[in-house]
């Protein structure tokens, strides 16, 4: 189970995280630390747009939750039900 932890403890190495914004606690960011420039004054950025953020605008973060388990793709027998792709047509 994934839990909230304090920004303190947020990895600043460029992997994607979820962040609480500090003024508007019902908001959620996915961001990332920006470890290639470490003299930025928003070293907090976001994926969704050009926008970053200070390092004290988040108060907690969490990682991205696992992929669920099953198959990456259909089982074959629903492949071959539903075809691979591309049009699909009634008969």
């Known amino acids: 189970m994934r839990t909230w ?3 303190d403890w947020a990895p600043q190495d460029g992997r994607w995280i979820i962040a609480i914004h500090r003024d508007d606690p019902d908001r959620r960011a996915v961001i990332r630390w920006d470890p290639e ?3 930025d004054p928003r070293p907090w950025h ?3 747009c050009q926008h970053s953020y200070p390092a004290d605008a988040f108060t907690d ?3 991205f939750p696992d992929r669920p388990p ?3 793709r259909p089982p074959e027998s629903e492949i071959h039900r539903y075809g691979s792709g591309g049009d699909h047509h009634d008969a």
Do not use: D, L
Request: no cysteine.
């Open 5 to 7: 932890r304090a920004m």
């Open 46 to 48: 976001v994926a969704s």
């Open 70 to 72: 099953g198959p990456a």
């Open 61 to 63: 973060w969490m990682e």
């Open 37 to 39: 420039n470490a003299v």
